[in-house]
Structures are given as structure tokens and as C-alpha cells.
């Protein structure tokens, strides 16, 4: 049972490139999502996917698109990255329709646009 | 609209001192609360949480916090720290039936010998 993985772990970019960042979880979780984490923000919420099928912005949705491939997959893709996108990205998993509402986490992707 | 502030961006201790961080929400109806720690380099992991079983909760690795719906307050604290305690803390709020939880910005616990 490896939980929430993330790949990659490190990233460099060069401004206006693309990349996929893949997040799979084993834990048969309905809810996924993304957030990225800067110093002093805490972490805010780009997208969500409350169930197979389904996507939602969140708090900063702008420059990234989702793709929820299957109720273990949810990917976050950057299609022209750009130097304000450096970040950590954080994937969670989750099932907040019950008393469980709690959230498990991967352990993020470095990425830095250069 | 949900909302949570977590008071001090750091908090240095001594080893062996009472740990308290804390926090504060706004929401139109008793929420979901939970504390994360997160350690250098690692993601989020739950520490405690809140879902109305009781109102002081305890969670892993010594940590406590009380629900207080009066001071809209869920204090996060330890009665004594331990050096393996400095990590970052973050508290967060989940309304009922949402699946998009609110998080604070997250304190820095610095543990000094």
C-alpha cells in the first residue's frame, strides 16, 4: 500500500515548456486534488476532482489544466510554464463526503522554471 | 465562506516546553478540523482531527487540540516538545459535505535545545 505517489520528484524547466505531473493513489479514494505550496502562502488549491469523471477549479486554476484518467490517476499538466509557476506541487487524495475527511498527501514535485 | 488563520508564522521553543499553536476559523456552521505536520521535505501528514465525537481531541505523537465554538479557536499543543518535534503546522477547515478543505498558512515550530 504506497498511498499517494508523485513523479517526478525534481523538475527544471525553461520558460514556455510543458510537462505533466502524475499523481496515482492506492487507497481507493473518490476525491483528488492538487495544490501548490510557496513560502508564506500555505497551500492553495489549483484543481480538484471530487469523483472519477469529474474537475474543478480551485483557488488558482490559471496556467494548468487536470486530467482525472481513472478513479487512481489525476494529472496536473503546465502547458507554457512560466518563472511565476516555481513551486512545490502537493497531490492528496481524500474521501470528504463522511467522517473520514481526512486528506493524504504525496510528497510533492520540486519544480523550478528557470 | 470558510476561512483559517493560524496566529504566528514561527514559534521557537525549548525542548521540554509547552508547544500551543494556534488557530482560528470562520465558518456559517460547526465544521471538520483537522492539524497536518509536515516535515522538511515531505508532504502533509494528519495529526489530529476534529468531526464532533468530542471536543478535545488527541491525535499522534503527544498532540492535543480543543475545539472551542465559543472563540471559534482549535489550538494545537503539547506539554512538552521534543527536538523531533520542529516540523510545519497546519491547520485546516472542511464544512460539512465539501470536498475542498481551507488551509491555514502553516507555522514553523522551532525546537531549541
Known amino acids: 500500500n504506497a498511498g499517494v505517489t508523485q513523479t517526478p520528484k525534481f523538475q527544471v524547466l525553461k520558460t514556455g515548456q510543458s510537462m505533466t505531473l502524475q499523481c496515482a493513489q492506492d487507497m481507493n479514494h473518490n476525491s483528488m486534488y492538487w495544490y501548490r505550496q510557496d513560502p508564506g502562502m500555505g497551500l492553495r488549491l489549483i484543481y480538484y476532482s471530487a469523483s472519477e469523471g469529474t474537475t474543478d477549479k480551485g483557488e488558482v486554476p490559471n496556467g494548468y489544466n487536470v486530467s482525472r484518467l481513472n478513479k487512481r490517476e489525476f494529472s496536473l499538466r503546465l502547458e507554457s510554464a512560466a518563472p511565476s509557476q516555481t513551486s512545490v506541487y502537493f497531490c492528496?487524495?481524500?474521501?470528504?463526503?463522511?467522517?473520514?475527511?481526512?486528506?493524504?498527501f504525496g510528497p510533492g514535485t520540486r519544480l523550478t522554471v528557470l | 465562506a470558510q476561512s483559517v488563520t493560524q496566529l504566528g508564522s514561527h514559534v521557537s521553543v525549548s525542548e521540554g516546553a509547552l508547544v500551543l499553536l494556534r488557530c482560528n476559523y470562520s465558518s456559517s456552521v460547526p465544521p471538520y478540523l483537522f492539524w497536518y505536520v509536515q516535515y522538511p521535505n515531505q508532504g502533509l501528514q494528519l495529526l489530529l482531527k476534529y468531526t464532533s465525537a468530542a471536543t478535545l481531541v488527541k491525535g499522534i505523537n503527544g498532540f492535543e487540540a480543543e475545539f472551542k465554538k465559543s472563540e471559534t479557536s482549535f489550538h494545537l499543543t503539547k506539554p512538552s516538545a521534543h527536538m523531533s518535534d520542529a516540523a510545519e503546522y497546519f491547520c485546516a477547515v472542511s464544512e460539512r459535505g465539501s470536498y475542498i478543505p481551507t488551509f491555514g498558512r502553516g507555522t514553523s515550530l522551532i525546537v531549541h535545545p
Open positions: 492528496a487524495s481524500g474521501q470528504l463526503a463522511g467522517v473520514q475527511d481526512t486528506q493524504y
